[in-house]
């Protein structure tokens, strides 16, 4: 209701609006409403939501700003993970030193991503490299989540180094994403990405 029968410059000022009330909300609940509803203008048109807002969003020092910016990546990631930037979405997948609220959803755009972009499997190397247990738990997690969607898009050797992790817990996930993926052959890992570029892109 808050974009129908509005013009082109008037939805635009309308995500604008919000995006104001999200980096300097008046108070708090005021900050949360907005992000929901920026959120909202993303899904129905993209375009109003441009890769500078998303990026001033998650490098912002207050958690929801990030929250938010996290929340737009995951959506993004679903309908046109072309779109996503990377390395935004790196920095915001940060389990040993974000907000869960910032990188749940990140992590979850993480996944997605992996399941069409090779590079997003950078990010998933880089947590398996921290030192923090959570970092690795995370990616863990994250993999045998992605072993049960497509198998062939898991990055094994991220898996193998987890697998002999000094955290037990850690160790046997990535065991168990092991022998889910343990059948997948070379060519079914070659082909996993060949439609890579024909992915959609958002309008705008």
Known sequence: PLLRDR?????????????????????QARGVSAAALLEAVSGLDPALVPPDMVETLAGHSRYQARACAANLLRDRAAVAPLDVPVEILGRLAAPGTEDWLVWAPAMAAVQELALHRPEAQVIFSSLAASDDARDRFAVAAALLALAGARP??????????LSEDPDPLIAEKARDVLAATEQVTERERAECYQRFWALPKAPG
């Open 152 to 161: 062939a898009a898991v990055p094994r050797g991220v898996a193998e180094r």
């Open 7 to 27: 013009s082109e410059d008037r939805r635009r000022w309308i995500a604008s609006e919000l995006y104001r009330q999200i980096l300097e909300p008046k108070n």
